[in-house]
Each structure stands twice: as C-alpha cells, then as structure tokens.
C-alpha cells in the first residue's frame, strides 16, 4: 500500500532553515509527481511545491519562490522540501502528497517559527 511519512520539522527562529522529508513506499516513485503543502491553524491546506516524477522541473507557491527548493531522490524513493529564510507565516502542518490513482497523504510534520 502507499505510504508517506513526513520527518525533519520543529521549532526554528525567524531567517532559520529547515529540511523535510517525506519517505514514499508502495508505488513506483519515479514514475510520479510529488508535492508538499502545508496548514496553518484556521486556514485551508495550500500547495507549497511541486517537482515532476524525474525531477526536472518544479512549480512554487508565490509565498515560497526564492526561499523554499524542492527536490526528489528516486533512488531513495524521498522527496525533500528544503526551506530556507523561514517566516513566521511558514509556521504550519506540511505534508507530503502524491496521486496514484487515487490522492494519498502522509501524516504531516509540524514547522514552527517562531523566536
């Protein structure tokens, strides 16, 4: 079955950065689209990034471009979110998502910023 398990938030200050990943199992990896988004307390979960299933190309939200990279390990079956001039407004739940004939999610990892 599919499986997508977040790691690598926490607590970080105002300018910090910080790495997610999002482990993928159960389908083939390299064959399909992976995104992030995230959900801050009292607002609708929104698309952060997208990569294609190779890597090659990859879309941001306009609140993110310049800051956030995602990237992908298809050897690892991993994709990464890596965030760097982290905000205050970036504290949120962000969650790894990928579409293989249906949606799936992981349980999402917590970003606080905060000082």
């Known amino acids: 079955q599919v499986q997508l398990v977040e790691s690598g938030g926490g607590l970080v200050q105002p300018g910090g950065s910080l790495r997610l990943s999002c482990a993928a199992s159960?389908?083939?990896?390299?064959?399909?689209?992976m995104s992030w988004y995230r959900q801050a307390p009292g607002k609708e979960r929104e698309l952060v990034a997208v990569i294609s299933s190779t890597g090659g190309s990859a879309n941001y939200a306009d609140s993110v471009k310049g800051r956030f990279t995602i990237s992908r390990d298809n050897g690892k079956n991993t994709v990464y979110l890596h965030m760097n001039n982290l905000k205050p407004e970036d504290t949120a739940v962000y969650y790894c998502?990928?579409?293989?004939?249906?949606?799936?999610w992981g349980q999402g990892t917590q970003v606080t910023v905060s000082s």
């Open positions: 998502y990928t579409y293989v004939l249906r949606d799936y």
């Open positions: 159960g389908f083939t990896f390299s064959s399909s689209a």
